[in-house]
């Protein structure tokens, strides 16, 4: 029965994910990303690689869900409908297709566009668009996992205030994680060996969430935007490293 609570990982690797938890769980909330991205890192070598996608978006699930309630009263709600209409069509799409999109080449795309995002003007309809992000980050998701950093670059260019941001950002991925997490219960993972472990998981995040809430309150608006950007720059372009290193090893692997 207590092999439900580790899902059978055994106890080191499981409290070695909830420990994670707690810390990707501040991370995010005192700077609104990079949490989910550290998350799938540590996923990506210690879960089996059926369940990875999923066992990931039902974590990050229970971790938004928690930073939407603390931080509730901050949500901007205007990009919310849109980015939903958007959200919906992504994951319908992505959930519908049977070949694999090429990680590699996602990883470029995404690190290019999150560099992109903090280093160059956003083009009106990007910014204004939650339809489009919405749509883009949420068909990824079904494929990549950490599409965070996508909605972060959508969510900074509306220029909120720290708060605003954390919050607008904790509510779209809410979202999308809920629509993936359904999408893949509809094609058949079988989440039930991992319940105990994620609540596990879930809980040890949101006593993270509350710490990185403290934290929050301590910086300023300059330096938090500072922070952010560099937060994205060094996702964007491990990224970039991995999808690049990805690309150059497939030669060698055929070989």
């Given at each position: 029965?207590?092999?439900?609570?580790?899902?059978?990982?055994?106890?080191?690797?499981?409290?070695?994910?909830?420990?994670?938890?707690?810390?990707?769980?501040?991370?995010?909330?005192?700077?609104?990303?990079?949490?989910?991205?550290?998350?799938?890192?540590?996923?990506?070598?210690?879960?089996?690689?059926?369940?990875?996608?999923?066992?990931?978006?039902?974590?990050?699930?229970?971790?938004?869900?928690?930073?939407?309630?603390?931080?509730?009263?901050?949500?901007?709600?205007?990009?919310?409908?849109?980015?939903?209409?958007?959200?919906?069509?992504?994951?319908?799409?992505?959930?519908?297709?049977?070949?694999?999109?090429?990680?590699?080449?996602?990883?470029?795309?995404?690190?290019?566009?999150?560099?992109?995002?903090?280093?160059?003007?956003?083009?009106?309809?990007?910014?204004?668009?939650?339809?489009?992000?919405?749509?883009?980050?949420?068909?990824?998701?079904?494929?990549?996992?950490?599409?965070?950093?996508?909605?972060?670059?959508?969510?900074?260019?509306?220029?909120?205030?720290?708060?605003?941001?954390?919050?607008?950002?904790?509510?779209?991925?809410?979202?999308?994680?809920?629509?993936?997490?359904?999408?893949?219960?509809?094609?058949?993972?079988?989440?039930?060996?991992?319940l105990g472990f994620v609540a596990l998981v879930i809980a040890a995040g949101f006593l993270g969430t509350l710490a990185g809430r403290k934290v929050l309150f301590r910086i300023d608006e300059r330096r938090f935007t500072q922070i952010l950007g560099a937060i994205l720059t060094i996702l964007a372009l491990r990224l970039i490293y991995s999808g690049v290193t990805g690309l150059?090893?497939?030669?060698?692997?055929?070989?």
């Open positions: 029965m207590i092999d439900i609570l580790h899902a059978g990982l055994g106890w080191p690797i499981a409290l070695m994910i909830i420990a994670l938890s707690f810390v990707t769980s501040l991370i995010t909330a005192a700077f609104g990303i990079g949490g989910g991205a550290v998350m799938l890192a540590a996923m990506a070598s210690l879960l089996p690689p059926a369940a990875i996608i999923p066992v990931h978006g039902i974590v990050q699930f229970g971790s938004n869900v928690g930073r939407f309630i603390i931080f509730r009263a901050d949500i901007r709600c205007q990009v919310f409908a849109p980015f939903a209409i958007g959200a919906l069509a992504g994951v319908a799409t992505g959930g519908a297709l049977v070949v694999q999109l090429d990680a590699a080449i996602i990883e470029l795309a995404v690190g290019a566009f999150i560099l992109w995002s903090v280093y160059a003007p956003m083009p009106r309809f990007m910014t204004r668009s939650g339809l489009v992000s919405g749509a883009v980050s949420s068909f990824l998701t079904m494929f990549f996992g950490g599409t965070g950093p996508f909605v972060a670059a959508f969510v900074r260019a509306q220029r909120y205030d720290r708060m605003g941001h954390v919050a607008t950002q904790a509510t779209l991925m809410t979202l999308q994680h809920l629509l993936k997490t359904l999408t893949f219960g509809f094609l058949g993972f079988a989440f039930s060996q991992w150059m090893g497939r030669p060698q692997e055929g070989g």
